[in-house]
């Protein structure tokens, strides 16, 4: 494919074929990186400034990692690529007829993109299932921001209960609440009381951190509902080790700012309230609100949760010079799983590459099972993949060794496994600073 020289509102002059990938996440830098040496011009769309790598993104909510460690900036990850433009903005219209895509800028403004191809990796977000105002007691885990507001909470709740005079008024403040039992539910669980009883047990004087009641409330029959019975079993057997309390069978029906509600699954629609000062909430994704954008734009419908139903290809019905990658497409089921975006990326991408080349293979997408891995507590993980089941401190070493082996940079893979070392050795966990969101809100009297 040609095209004439066509400058875009970024001030760019562009006179090659031009691929625009919406997201900086899995799917969106794989895709990047396969156009090395293709004679493309790539622009990465992105609403943050760097690629955030989302499984460790707990172990920052829980002091144990910096948000430096487990972040990279995409213009240094993609610094040698000569073909690749990074460009900071929030994908918000898309003229299929035109191909020219408009994004936002953080102070409101607009510019176009116009592309040839575009590969869409824009992710999912928490989804709170219709009760959108549980956000502001319950923050979710997809974000940077979702962690340090969670490090904020769980840090403060040990403050707060310090400082008051009876047990009573204590309680809720020691009260953890995590709603959802798939992998980032059980391992948020599982580092919040940790936190409590490694890190923070000599340091207080008025309170134990160690009496921290840490609530699992999960609608399924067995946590980790993703992996074998047998090793989801072994999860259990470590939480409840540790002191987690797991409650099954029951959805949370409401939350507020001091306690939480689940009813049961079954017949009897038992309601419990729990006083909970600290709320937590990994219960299911949706897509972000881009997708429907782009559904409407190209004519197609929308699967559960948002996503986007996809072609073998990975392409978008009726618009073949358009693919949907990583959480956001829909195809037979594939979970939403860092490596599904990975490689569905680097797939999207190939077509392209293959179709400049005077070669337009298109090959159905065809995943690749690595595996799937969940960290339990200290020397107990899972990992899974296809017959392979490991678990306890084999499963702990191997899931350690896969983190590193996918986190961005050698700066980053050696700090999180210095940082590792010195936990292990001595149990403090140093990331504990809280922010309060911006400099007017830290200003103010605690009060205001």
């Given at each position: 494919?040609?095209?004439?020289?066509?400058?875009?509102?970024?001030?760019?002059q562009?006179?090659?074929?031009?691929?625009?990938?919406?997201?900086?996440?899995?799917?969106?830098?794989?895709?990047?990186?396969?156009?090395?040496?293709?004679?493309?011009?790539?622009?990465?769309?992105d609403?943050?400034?760097?690629?955030?790598?989302?499984?460790?993104?707990?172990?920052?909510?829980?002091?144990?990692?910096?948000?430096?460690?487990?972040?990279?900036?995409?213009?240094?990850?993609?610094?040698?690529y000569?073909?690749?433009?990074?460009?900071l903005?929030?994908?918000?219209?898309?003229?299929?007829?035109?191909?020219?895509?408009?994004?936002?800028?953080f102070?409101?403004?607009?510019?176009?993109?116009?592309?040839?191809?575009?590969?869409?990796?824009?992710?999912?977000?928490?989804?709170?299932?219709?009760?959108?105002?549980?956000?502001?007691?319950?923050?979710?885990?997809?974000?940077?921001?979702?962690?340090?507001?969670?490090?904020?909470?769980?840090?403060?709740?040990?403050?707060?209960?310090?400082?008051?005079?009876?047990?009573?008024?204590?309680?809720?403040w020691?009260?953890?609440?995590?709603?959802?039992?798939?992998?980032?539910?059980?391992?948020?669980?599982?580092?919040?009381?940790?936190?409590?009883?490694?890190?923070?047990?000599?340091?207080?004087?008025?309170?134990?951190?160690?009496?921290?009641?840490?609530?699992?409330?999960?609608?399924?029959d067995r946590?980790?509902?993703?992996?074998?019975?047998?090793?989801?079993?072994?999860?259990?057997?470590?939480?409840?080790?540790?002191?987690v309390?797991?409650?099954?069978?029951?959805?949370?029906?409401?939350?507020?700012?001091?306690?939480?509600?689940?009813?049961?699954?079954?017949?009897?629609?038992?309601?419990?309230?729990?006083?909970?000062?600290?709320?937590?909430?990994?219960?299911?994704?949706?897509?972000?609100?881009?997708?429907?954008?782009?559904?409407?734009?190209?004519?197609?419908?929308?699967?559960?949760?948002?996503?986007?139903?996809?072609?073998?290809?990975?392409?978008?019905?009726?618009?073949?010079?358009?693919?949907?990658?990583?959480?956001?497409?829909?195809?037979?089921?594939l979970p939403?799983?860092?490596e599904?975006?990975?490689?569905?990326?680097?797939?999207?991408?190939?077509?392209?590459?293959?179709?400049?080349?005077?070669?337009?293979?298109?090959?159905?997408?065809?995943?690749?099972?690595?595996?799937?891995?969940?960290?339990?507590?200290?020397?107990?993980?899972?990992?899974q993949?296809?017959?392979?089941?490991?678990?306890?401190?084999?499963?702990?070493?191997?899931?350690?060794?896969?983190?590193?082996?996918?986190?961005?940079?050698?700066?980053?893979?050696?700090?999180?496994?210095?940082?590792?070392?010195?936990?292990?050795?001595?149990?403090?966990?140093?990331?504990?600073?809280?922010?309060?969101?911006?400099?007017?809100?830290?200003?103010?009297?605690?009060?205001?």
């Amino acid at each position: 494919m040609t095209t004439t020289q066509e400058s875009s509102s970024l001030g760019l002059q562009r006179s090659r074929p031009r691929v625009v990938i919406v997201g900086g996440g899995f799917g969106g830098v794989y895709a990047a990186k396969r156009f090395r040496g293709v004679d493309v011009d790539v622009t990465l769309l992105d609403r943050g400034t760097s690629h955030v790598f989302q499984p460790l993104l707990y172990q920052c909510a829980t002091g144990l990692l910096s948000e430096g460690e487990i972040t990279t900036p995409l213009r240094h990850l993609l610094r040698g690529y000569s073909n690749i433009h990074v460009a900071l903005g929030e994908a918000q219209s898309i003229d299929a007829d035109q191909k020219v895509l408009t994004a936002s800028r953080f102070d409101g403004s607009t510019f176009d993109v116009p592309y040839d191809y575009l590969i869409v990796a824009a992710g999912m977000r928490q989804a709170y299932h219709g009760h959108d105002e549980y956000i502001q007691w319950a923050p979710g885990m997809k974000t940077l921001d979702d962690a340090l507001a969670i490090r904020r909470k769980l840090i403060s709740a040990f403050e707060m209960a310090e400082s008051l005079p009876t047990p009573e008024e204590r309680k809720p403040w020691l009260t953890f609440a995590v709603a959802g039992g798939g992998p980032t539910g059980v391992e948020l669980a599982g580092q919040i009381r940790e936190l409590a009883l490694r890190a923070l047990a000599h340091e207080f004087q008025s309170i134990d951190p160690g009496e921290a009641r840490v609530l699992l409330l999960h609608g399924g029959d067995r946590v980790l509902p993703s992996f074998n019975r047998k090793l989801s079993a072994a999860a259990q057997a470590t939480l409840d080790k540790i002191g987690v309390e797991t409650h099954l069978g029951v959805h949370v029906t409401d939350v507020s700012e001091t306690s939480v509600e689940t009813t049961s699954k079954d017949g009897a629609k038992a309601k419990n309230r729990f006083d909970a000062r600290t709320i937590l909430w990994t219960a299911g994704v949706e897509a972000v609100p881009f997708a429907s954008v782009l559904a409407q734009a190209l004519g197609v419908k929308q699967a559960a949760g948002g996503r986007i139903e996809v072609n073998p290809d990975l392409s978008v019905p009726g618009h073949p010079n358009v693919w949907v990658v990583g959480d956001m497409m829909a195809l037979k089921d594939l979970p939403g799983v860092a490596e599904v975006a990975m490689q569905g990326g680097r797939h999207a991408a190939g077509c392209i590459a293959r179709a400049e080349r005077g070669a337009p293979d298109r090959k159905p997408f065809k995943y690749r099972d690595l595996g799937s891995a969940a960290y339990i507590a200290r020397r107990h993980a899972l990992v899974q993949a296809g017959p392979i089941q490991m678990s306890g401190a084999v499963g702990w070493v191997s899931w350690g060794v896969i983190h590193i082996a996918f986190l961005a940079g050698y700066r980053n893979r050696s700090g999180t496994l210095l940082n590792w070392a010195v936990t292990l050795a001595s149990g403090a966990r140093r990331e504990r600073a809280i922010t309060y969101g911006d400099p007017q809100s830290a200003r103010q009297p605690y009060d205001a």
